[in-house]
């Protein structure tokens, strides 16, 4: 049997050495989508990687009777036809442990980024600073802190648990929602601890975390889970992030919440057009912003890597 890999997407150094090392030849360079079912024939791929940019659906499946394996470097696998490729034989694996603790972090970063407008000073103080320094101290002056305030994660699974561990180390209350867990055990660790500290959260009704949340974040596969519906039931100025798929929230009814008052900030690392977002979106001047990089730390694309490395050895060797 053939033992090349395309990681059309990519894969970390230390993943591809692992690949090689058990006899595997892995090729990164990257196949344009409409040319992918033509290069894993040509060239004999039993695999293929990805993260979101390369759909593999049905009519490459189809198309390519000698692929054995789809691998996801990531956690949602909707760029993949999952249950077709199964119901053909085909091993389709994830690696959705890899990025949580950093999809977490720019929760957080984006949180930090609006309490305390840094996304707005960092645009108007290279502009300004020198001639209207008073001005812009006390435009900024009325942030907020994060301790003592509600947060509320809408989806609970290993993202939604790595945004709870910061949010408890920061002082936070925590309120989840998920419609397919009932409690959770939070292991949190310290530094300089020996042992963890187990915080056990029961779920609540998506309604209950609307209504007390001063902040909610989404971490959900997919849907539209935010609509006009939604914000009527938040909180005056609640902040919201998504940081999981574009979609989650009808982008028309964020920016009419926004212009209301009834968000104060909104933080945004997923958009419903990428690669081409909304330029009432990015242009507006209550949401932070960022390019869908969520797992994208070094230290989680070598988890992946690692994680897709071993996974694929162990279905195909």
Same mark, same amino acid.
């Given at each position: 049997?053939?033992?090349?890999?395309?990681?059309?997407?990519?894969?970390?150094?230390?993943?591809?050495?692992?690949?090689?090392?058990?006899? +595997?030849?892995?090729?990164?360079?990257?196949?344009?989508?409409?040319?992918?079912?033509?290069?894993?024939?040509? $060239?004999?791929?039993?695999?293929?990687?990805?993260?979101?940019?390369?759909?593999?659906r049905?009519?490459?499946?189809?198309?390519?009777?000698?692929?054995k394996?789809?691998?996801?470097?990531?956690?949602?696998?909707d @760029?993949i036809?999952?249950?077709?490729?199964?119901?053909?034989?085909?091993?389709?694996?994830?690696?959705p442990?890899?990025?949580?603790?950093?999809?977490?972090?720019?929760?957080?970063?984006?949180?930090?980024?609006?309490?305390? #407008?840094?996304?707005?000073?960092?645009? $108007?103080?290279p502009?300004?600073?020198?001639?209207? +320094? !008073?001005?812009?101290?006390?435009k900024?002056?009325?942030?907020i802190?994060?301790?003592?305030?509600?947060?509320?994660?809408?989806?609970?699974?290993?993202?939604? $648990?790595?945004?709870?561990?910061?949010?408890?180390?920061?002082?936070?209350?925590?309120?989840a /929602?998920?419609?397919?867990? $009932?409690?959770?055990?939070?292991?949190?660790?310290? #530094?300089?601890? %020996?042992d963890?500290?187990?915080i056990?959260?029961?779920?609540?009704?998506?309604?209950?975390?609307?209504?007390?949340?001063?902040?909610?974040?989404l971490?959900?596969?997919?849907?539209?889970?935010?609509?006009?519906?939604?914000?009527?039931l938040?909180? !005056?100025?609640v902040?919201?992030?998504?940081?999981?798929?574009?979609?989650?929230?009808?982008?028309?009814?964020?920016?009419?919440?926004?212009?209301?008052?009834?968000?104060?900030?909104?933080?945004?690392?997923v /958009?419903? @057009?990428? %690669?081409?977002?909304k330029?009432?979106?990015l242009?507006?001047?209550?949401?932070s912003?960022? %390019?869908?990089i969520?797992?994208?730390t070094?230290?989680?694309?070598?988890?992946?890597?690692?994680?897709?490395?071993?996974?694929?050895?162990?279905?195909?060797?």
């Open positions: 049997m053939s033992k090349k890999i395309l990681a059309n997407d990519g894969i970390d150094p230390i993943g591809k050495a692992l690949l090689e090392k058990a006899g +595997f030849t892995v090729i990164t360079e990257k196949v344009a989508q409409e040319n992918v079912a033509k290069a894993i024939n040509e $060239q004999n791929y039993v695999g293929i990687t990805v993260r979101s940019a390369t759909k593999i049905k009519d490459i499946i189809d198309a390519c009777p000698g692929l394996l789809i691998g996801r470097g990531g956690v949602g696998m @760029n036809d999952v249950d077709y490729a199964r119901s053909k034989g085909i091993e389709v694996v994830n690696t442990a890899a990025s949580s603790h950093s999809v977490g972090e720019l929760v957080f970063a984006h949180l930090f980024n609006s309490a305390r #407008f840094l996304y707005d000073s960092n645009r $108007q103080m502009v300004s600073g020198d001639t209207q +320094f !008073d001005a812009l101290k006390k900024y002056a009325k942030g802190e994060l301790k003592g305030k509600t947060i509320g994660i809408i989806g609970f699974g290993r993202i939604g $648990q790595a945004v709870a561990k910061i949010a408890l180390g920061c002082g936070m209350k925590v309120l /929602f998920d419609p397919f867990l $009932q409690e959770a055990t939070i292991n949190l660790e310290i #530094f300089g601890v %020996p963890k500290i187990s056990k959260l029961q779920t609540v009704s998506l309604e209950k975390l609307l209504a007390e949340s001063d902040f909610i974040t971490h959900v596969p997919g849907g539209k889970v935010i609509t006009k519906k939604e914000f009527a938040m909180k !005056d100025g902040f919201i992030v998504n940081a999981a798929r574009g979609g989650v929230i009808d982008e028309n009814d964020l920016i009419e919440a926004l212009n209301s008052g009834k968000v104060a900030h909104a933080a945004l690392d /958009f419903e @057009n990428e %690669p081409a977002p330029k009432e979106l242009s507006h001047p209550k949401i912003l960022t %390019p869908h969520g797992a994208a070094e230290e989680a694309q070598e988890r992946i890597g690692v994680e897709l490395a071993e996974l694929i050895i162990a279905k195909l060797s």
